[in-house]
């Protein structure tokens, strides 16, 4: 197994639910990504690691703000990689680039599968790309060991579920509603709906997101859920920090509040 699986096959021996932080890679610059994805480590299941783009449909006015810092800075996919790979000298936790498919097309796909590799990426859920779409970049990412990941949704289909359960590994991402990014005063009643409806065709953990910014909602969707997936507010709080000294240590202070710790 790999380290996505582990980590999944540790917290249900342990009775206990998953945490995934989302940050956007180079936001506010990669050292500060490589500094949070140690921190990070501290609180999480596993980490997702976006890769800025410019044109971010799926995202809301947070992330999207994000993507535009990031991409000021002038890197590529392969810095990000480097950056990676610089975290995970001293982390175990699993990562997954969360991308859109043009920045890694762009890179190349066979060479995104064997770098992705050599940095330690565990696996890439790709936003735009639908399992229809994914056969070279799938077998590329199970050539190198790399799990696919998919988006599910409440307007998912069952049989567009069942296309997702014979394509995704490692874990299955339940989008909690229909729309972009961005936090929410509450979680849609469809996101257990939707978890429900995917058990009957997967038994791949099932990670809920999008709309989860504070403890009593990661409560909430723990109850169905197993893993909760917390990105907008994550982001929002370092916007909100960005000039601060001690971002990143402020950050870990809030994964703790998010995350019920404390």
């Known amino acids: 197994m790999g380290r996505i699986a582990d980590a999944f ?26 500094h949070l994805l140690i921190t990070l480590a501290q609180h999480a299941t596993l980490i997702e690691l976006g890769v800025p783009f410019s044109d971010p449909m799926a995202d809301g006015p947070v992330i999207q703000r994000a993507s535009e810092r990031a991409l000021k800075n002038n890197f590529g996919v392969q810095e990000i990689l480097d950056t990676a790979a610089r975290a995970r000298k001293r982390i ?19 060479r995104l599968a064997q770098a992705a590799k050599d940095a330690g990426i565990d696996g890439v859920l ?9 056969g070279e970049f799938e077998a590329e990412l199970r050539a190198h060991g790399l799990d696919m990941i998919f988006l599910i949704a409440p307007t998912s289909t069952d049989e567009r579920l069942k296309l997702v359960a014979e394509h995704a590994s490692g874990f299955t991402y339940a989008v909690s509603r229909a729309g972009v990014t961005g936090t929410r005063d ?28 504070n403890a009593a909602q990661v409560a909430d969707v723990s109850r169905y859920a197993d893993a909760v997936v917390v990105g ?31």
């Open 186 to 213: 509450t979680v849609s009643s469809e996101a257990e709906k939707l978890v429900n409806r995917m058990r009957q065709f997967s038994s791949l953990p099932i990670a809920v997101g999008f709309g989860i910014s």
């Open 232 to 262: 907008s507010a994550i982001v929002a709080e370092m916007e909100r920090l960005e000039r601060e000294p001690d971002l990143v240590r402020q950050i870990g202070s809030f994964l703790d509040r998010i995350t019920g710790f404390s």
């Open 126 to 134: 790709v936003t735009d790309l639908t399992p229809e779409e994914s």
């Open 92 to 110: 175990d936790t699993p990562i997954i680039l969360f991308s859109y498919y043009n920045p890694l097309l762009q890179f190349g796909l066979k």
């Open 9 to 34: 096959t540790t917290l249900k021996r342990d009775g206990k639910k998953g945490f995934i932080p989302y940050i956007t890679a180079g936001d506010p610059d990669l050292a500060t990504t490589e």
